[in-house]
C-alpha cells in the first residue's frame, strides 16, 4: 500500500475521532495546541496558528496556500483574523465538505481545492506564502515536495512548516518500536531531521528565515491528548477482533500514546521552520 492510499485510509477512519473527541466539529483545527501565552480560556490549537502567522509575519491580502489544510480550520482562521486570501488544498474531499460548511458558518471567503499536495494543481509563482501545518510529515519524497512549494512561492514569499523532526541520535530497539507505532499510527512514513530539511531547502533556492524547537510549548497539549488513550487503545482493540472498527482506528489510538512518550524521551522535536524565496534580482 503506498503511503497516499495509507493517508485515505487513516483519515477517512479518525476523522470522525477528531470531531469528536478532539473538538474539530468547534474549533476546527487538527493538530498540536500551543502553550505559550496561551489567553484564559483560549484554545491551545487555535493559538498555535495565531503564533505562526506572528512567525510568518502573514498580513491581509496575501495569498496562502494551506498544504495539506484539513477541515480548514488554519484557512479559516488566517482569513478571518490576519484578511489573508486563502486557498486549502487537500487529498480528501470529504474534508473538503466539510471544510467548506465550517467556512461558511464563519462567513470566511476561503477557496478549497482537491489534490495531492505532491503535484498540486496552481501555476508557479502562485503564493506569498505556503503554509504546511502537520502535513509535509505524510510526503513520501520530502526533497521533492520542497521543490515543489518552492516553485509555487512568488519572489520573497515564504515557505511555513510545523512539524515533527526525527533527533539525530540513534534510538535503542525499544525506542525504536515505540517510534515505528507512533509513525505508522498516524500513516506518517517517516520524519526527516532538521538538517535534511536545511539542506533540501538551499537546493531549492530558499533561504532559513527561523528555526525553533517549540517542544516545551505543545508536551502539555501532547500529554492531555495521550489520555484519551487509555480508553481507546483497548476499546478499539475489541472493536477490531470483533470486526466493528478498521484498524486504522487501533493505529491512531496507539500513537496517540505513543506520540507523547517518544517526544518527551527527545526522539523527534516539534518544530517552526520558515524559509524564504529571493527577491529576483
Not at 103 to 126: T, Y
Amino acid at each position: 500500500m503506498n503511503t497516499q492510499e495509507k493517508v485515505r485510509r487513516y483519515y477517512l477512519a479518525a476523522t470522525s475521532d477528531y470531531l469528536r473527541y478532539y473538538e474539530t466539529e468547534w474549533h476546527h483545527h487538527m493538530h498540536y495546541g500551543f502553550q505559550r501565552n496561551l489567553p484564559e480560556g483560549g484554545n491551545p490549537t487555535e493559538n498555535l496558528v495565531r503564533y505562526l502567522a506572528d512567525v510568518c509575519v502573514l498580513k491581509a491580502g496575501d495569498r496562502v496556500l494551506d498544504a495539506g489544510c484539513g477541515v480548514g480550520g488554519t484557512a479559516i482562521w488566517l482569513t478571518k483574523e490576519k484578511g489573508c486570501a486563502c486557498v486549502g488544498l487537500n487529498l480528501m474531499e470529504f474534508q473538503l465538505r466539510l471544510a467548506r460548511g465550517f467556512a461558511s458558518k464563519k462567513k470566511a471567503r476561503v477557496s478549497f481545492a482537491a489534490g495531492d499536495f505532491m503535484h498540486p494543481p496552481f501555476a508557479a509563482d502562485s503564493f506569498d506564502a505556503v503554509v504546511a501545518i502537520e502535513s509535509f510529515d505524510h510526503a513520501p519524497d520530502k526533497p521533492a515536495w520542497v521543490r515543489c512549494m518552492a516553485g509555487l512561492l512568488r519572489p520573497g514569499g515564504k515557505l511555513l512548516i510545523v512539524d515533527g523532526f526525527k533527533a539525530e541520535a540513534p534510538f535503542l530497539r525499544e525506542q525504536r518500536s515505540a517510534y515505528e507505532k507512533f509513525l505508522a499510527g498516524w500513516a506518517v512514513p517517516h520524519l526527516c531531521t532538521v538538517a535534511d530539511l536545511k539542506s533540501w531547502g538551499i537546493d531549492a533556492d530558499l533561504e532559513t528565515l527561523h528555526d525553533e524547537d517549540i517542544t516545551p510549548d505543545v508536551l502539555p497539549h501532547a500529554s492531555a491528548i495521550r489520555r484519551f488513550a487509555f480508553f481507546f487503545v483497548p476499546l478499539r482493540f475489541v472493536l477490531l477482533r470483533l470486526g466493528l472498527s478498521p484498524r486504522e482506528k487501533l493505529g491512531n489510538a496507539l500513537a496517540t500514546w505513543h506520540q507523547y512518550r517518544t517526544l518527551k524521551q527527545g526522539l523527534w522535536s516539534y518544530r517552526v521552520m520558515v524559509f524564504k524565496k529571493p527577491l529576483a534580482p
